[in-house]
């Protein structure tokens, strides 16, 4: 396996790190979309933060990678595993030998992080009829796709804004539901398809309807750095990296291990973590004050506010949580007014300073 470029050593882009570990943290947020000029080390940061979690158990030759401590979540691959041990214990217990606990083999695999490229066609991200299998053996198969690789890590879409709008409809359907349902061909096929997903774009190439905008959980503008500092380090670590990996991560090791055990504590903490009613309060003050469309603002504020809470090791949201992550979690939403072409993130910091002075 290619090493990876630790997290921990990428230059600045701070809004775009936190929004990413928020999303890992806490995926019912809806990912993130990262926009923003080119090179800005966006695939880097998704693969780096993978590479920063735990591998996870699976189901052994489960094509979607099954959890198999969620025996409800496992899919029809896994529980025709089960079946069929089944039916041997049964078999087995018929003439009388002693059996075994029926268990699935488990082993350990990297959390995924998968490419979903511009030319991708729909067969290929949700699956389809084997053909093969169809051809020579007349069996009616299912060829996974894209999403059963990407269950339970991540999916990377470059260049989301030029992705056919009925295809990241499609994907952001099965990033909420966590299923993708194929049913076509003469296939009925559901599977868990459970994962982060980020996409990523630069506008001046296209912008995406907003119906899809405000969709995604969190949005972050990424820029090429501009001070001379800045630019300098990422180059130099850049090359120290190609040169000698295993030194640079050896070098890097501390930090990565802080955000490591700082992601494990906020998995732990996550579930306890408090909000009280004034806070709600406050985020409904706030979208209102902006003038943010339906619901799904204030959610993804109230459950990124509590996911970067638990990654300050706190066990109740305040204030500061919620306006560190209103920016990324509102800016998406806000409708454009004609009197003011201020940008939406500087809208927000003007909200802000409004509805809850110093
Ligand atoms: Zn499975």
Redesign the pocket.
Known sequence: MARQYPFSAIVGQEDMKRAILVAALEPAIGGVLVMGDRGTGKSTAVRALAALLPAMD??AD?????DPLTPSG??????G?GKDLQTLKASVATIGKKTKPIKLKIIKRPVPVVDLPLGATEDRVVGALDLEKALTLGEKAFDPGLLARANRGFLYIDEVNLLDDHLVDLLIDVAASGENVVEREGLSIR??AKFVLVGSGNPEEGELRPQLLDRFGLAVEVKTPSKMQDRVTIIKRRDAFERDPIAFLAEWQAQEDAIRQQLKVARKKLPQVKVDDKLLEQAAILCSHLGTDGLRGELTLLRAARAIAALNGKNKVTLEDLKAIAIPALQHRLRRNPLDDASSSTRIERALAEVFPV
């Open positions: 699976a189901v489960c094509p979607y990678g099954c496992l899919c029809f691959f896994c529980d595993l599977h868990p």
